[in-house]
């Protein structure tokens, strides 16, 4: 007897099989194409990165016309600050620093300081997010950065970005949150300046706000100690 196709149904114990195969092979695809440290996973491609589920947002800046100067040493978008350390830098969407293609991800732009200088990321008001990749562009043949990351339970790590070819991709994943993401030349006889392409991100966690009950001893204290003067007086 023929069934049509949607009447046959697979076996239990072959679609098992099929679940764990699957989930085998992802799990060997993002091994080779991740490294751990302790509490942070540093993911070198993108695919990989994703497959984690956590990333909620990308920004690519191809909202924005090229050349369209956001700020001017810090800059704001989805709900991550770029700061440089150099304050008169610009940062530019489609600044282009890399000068024969690939220039972008997705086109038309990508997004750099005008400056050289060391890039921090931070998220929301002084928060985390629990995943951060993005692509650098380099304005050389090759990278040459250093990548420091900040954990909210105050652990730092270095992914070094050296010598990997234009465009690179670097993601990160904590369940403790990222706090903050540095980008820096790693030789400074010889700095080269950057851009970024595709910036994912996972949820931000806003910064704990202490409970006011944790002020009320403090408070208690400062009365008790002006009591004691006025009474010493």
């Known amino acids: 007897m023929t ?3 949607g009447d046959v ?4 114990r072959s679609r098992f099989r099929k679940a764990i195969s699957s989930g085998l092979f992802i ?4 091994a080779l194409h991740s490294t751990c440290y ?7 491609t993108e695919s990989t990165f994703l ?3 956590l990333v909620v947002s990308t920004e690519t800046f191809d909202e924005l016309p090229p050349d369209t100067v956001v700020g001017t040493g810090t800059a704001v978008l989805d709900g991550i600050t770029y700061a440089s350390d150099q304050p008169l830098a610009e940062w530019i969407a489609g600044i282009h620093i890399h000068q024969v293609p690939p220039q972008f991800i997705s086109p038309p ?3 750099g300081a005008s400056l050289i200088g060391d890039t921090t ?7 985390s997010t629990n995943a951060i990749g993005f692509y650098i562009f380099t304005a050389g043949v090759s990278t040459t950065y250093f990548i420091f990351l900040t954990t909210a339970d105050g652990q730092r790590f270095l992914e070094p970005l050296i010598f990997e070819p234009n465009p690179s991709f670097r993601g990160f994943v904590s369940p403790e949150g990222i706090t903050s993401v540095v980008v820096a030349n790693a030789f ?7 851009s970024f392409d595709n910036v994912s991100r996972g949820q931000i966690t806003a910064a704990p706000v202490p409970e006011p009950w944790t002020m009320l001893p403090f408070t208690g204290g400062l009365a008790l100690l002006a009591t004691c003067a006025a009474l010493k007086n």
């Open 51 to 53: 497959q984690t589920g």
């Open 3 to 5: 069934y049509p196709a």
């Open 188 to 194: 400074p006889e010889s700095m080269l300046n950057y």
């Open 27 to 30: 799990f060997v695809l993002i």
């Open 38 to 44: 302790g509490s942070l996973i540093a993911f070198e």
């Open 9 to 12: 149904k697979m076996p239990r």
């Open 109 to 111: 732009n990508d997004f």
């Open 121 to 127: 990321l931070t998220f929301g008001n002084g928060g």
